[in-house]
């Protein structure tokens, strides 16, 4: 990883032909058909809810709202890159009323967050996603982790998916404390509308369920939802370079050598809402989802030409590198216990 900022003018020169191949420009039709199925999946899982009852043929619904919140988490994500809306006060209020109204996310934390990690992927001091919390994601981190993080490093591969259904809870936890913190905007409004969502769903639950198919509903529904979302971001960054201190490299080397992308096909396009394509998006964040599969043979091959790493491979393989990178960074906390 180069550490010095060299090459400025290779990302500019990426940029004029992303930009004469169309590839900038607003997709509408995509985004109003996209959001008008997801928005129909949405109101289907929450009648069938409700026609079912008091049974446990609910457990797939659970399932299938999991799917469906998931999916609604990925149109927020494009909302907050404004890929749908030019207008910033348009992607705030409709970020918001799928966040905080349809998912329980607040939309103001998790957009500042992800504007951290999109400036500094995989950076161990600037990037809140590789912050060693409870996971670490490097061997100095290992090293100077405490409490949890400490102790669940020691065998963090293994527990990496099951600890994933415990996201959706996190997500939720996260977004109630950072109503109580300073710099959130509009916090009354998304108080409100995060007190909605939680208000009606549960009592959506106790209302149709009894206490102990709501609990089971509720376990289901939350755990699948947290798999699903770490399914979706966890291919992207995990095992590839990580940044300390002053390492700071060019713009494009700085996101090109950090991020990974995902084959797969149209398929996979659906399932990770077009983060499959995590090169093209970190280098052009605010370009429609549709267009990041036309912009990859040109970033691909831009990327050739000027010797820049370019890593690309399958979901399953994916996973197996995270994998291995969470056992090997952690193996200084074993031999510590072993000592």
């Not at 809810?49 to 998931?70: E, H």
């Not at 500094?120 to 919390?133: C, G, I, R, Y």
């Not at 040109?298 to 399953?316: H, K, S």
Request: glycine share 8%; hydrophobic share 45%; aromatic share 10%.
């Amino acid at each position: 990883m180069p550490t010095l900022t060299t090459h400025r003018s290779d990302y500019a020169e990426l940029s004029k032909l992303v930009i004469a191949a169309g590839l900038l420009e607003r997709r509408p039709g995509y985004y109003a058909a996209r959001i008008g199925v997801i928005g129909g999946l949405f109101a289907a899982g929450w009648w069938a809810f409700a026609a079912l009852g008091d049974s446990w043929a609910q457990i797939a619904v659970a399932a299938w709202l999991a799917v469906v919140f998931a999916q609604v988490a990925l149109v927020a994500h494009d909302i907050a890159h404004r890929q749908v809306f030019r207008s910033r006060s348009r992607s705030a209020l409709a970020g918001r009323l799928a966040g905080n109204l349809g998912i329980g996310m607040s939309y103001g934390w998790w957009t500042d967050k992800h504007t951290r990690h999109h400036a500094n992927p995989n950076h161990e001091e600037l990037d809140p996603d590789v912050a060693p919390e409870i996971l670490v994601w490097s061997a100095e981190q290992a090293r100077a982790s405490r409490g949890l993080a400490r102790f669940v490093g020691r065998w963090q591969a293994p527990l990496f998916f099951p600890l994933l259904t415990l996201e959706g809870f996190n997500l939720h936890v996260s977004s109630v404390r950072a109503l109580c913190r300073p710099g959130l905007t509009k916090r009354w409004l998304e108080s409100a509308l995060l007190f909605v969502h939680f208000a009606g769903y549960l009592s959506a639950l106790l209302m149709v369920l009894s206490p102990a198919k709501a609990l089971v509903f509720l376990v289901v529904h939350q755990g699948l939802f947290g798999v699903y979302l770490g399914c979706t971001f966890a291919p992207n960054h995990k095992g590839m370079p990580t940044l300390t201190g002053d390492d700071r490299p060019d713009f494009l080397r700085r996101q090109v050598l950090t991020s990974r992308n995902v084959r797969g096909g149209r398929v996979i396009d659906i399932v990770l809402g077009g983060l499959n394509y995590q090169i093209e998006h970190h280098l052009f964040p605010s370009m429609p989802t549709p267009n990041l599969r036309r912009a990859q043979p040109i970033v691909r091959a831009y990327c050739r030409r000027r010797g820049i790493g370019y890593e690309e491979t399958g979901l399953f393989a994916s996973y197996a590198i995270a994998l291995r990178h969470l056992h090997r960074v952690g193996a200084p906390l074993r031999a510590t216990r072993q000592a």
